[in-house]
């Protein structure tokens, strides 16, 4: 067994890779010529504040656990995110109805 310096269960270290994946991805969306929408923008760049935190709340020991459904709910949005390539507006928009 390897002993971290700090203590976390393993579904926070877990929850914590998704939630990387999660803003490295929305940060690195390229937009090839689809139009700029401000509201989509700033929901994604909350999303990717709140995403990036999570990893660094576990570095320095604020974020301890995680429980299962939060890391499966993580990872769904993970898979949803890479499956439209990064693009929020997609995700919103297929939220709100519009196709």
């Known amino acids: ?14 929850n914590a890779v998704v939630c990387i994946v999660v803003a490295g991805t929305l940060m690195f969306y390229k937009r090839r010529g689809a139009r ?15 995403y ?5 709340m576990l570095i320095y020991g604020l974020y301890q656990s995680s429980s299962w459904p939060v ?3 993580n990872t769904l949005i993970c898979g949803v ?5 990064g693009n ?3 995700i919103v928009d297929h939220l709100r109805g519009i196709k």
């Open 1 to 14: 067994m390897i002993n971290f310096p700090l203590s976390f269960e393993i579904e926070a270290l877990i």
């Open 36 to 50: 700029h929408r401000k509201h989509v923008s700033r929901l994604a760049y909350l999303a990717v504040l709140g």
């Open 52 to 56: 990036a935190s999570i990893p660094f």
């Open 71 to 73: 890391v499966a709910g």
């Open 81 to 85: 995110l890479i499956w439209h390539r």
């Open 88 to 90: 929020f507006a997609r």
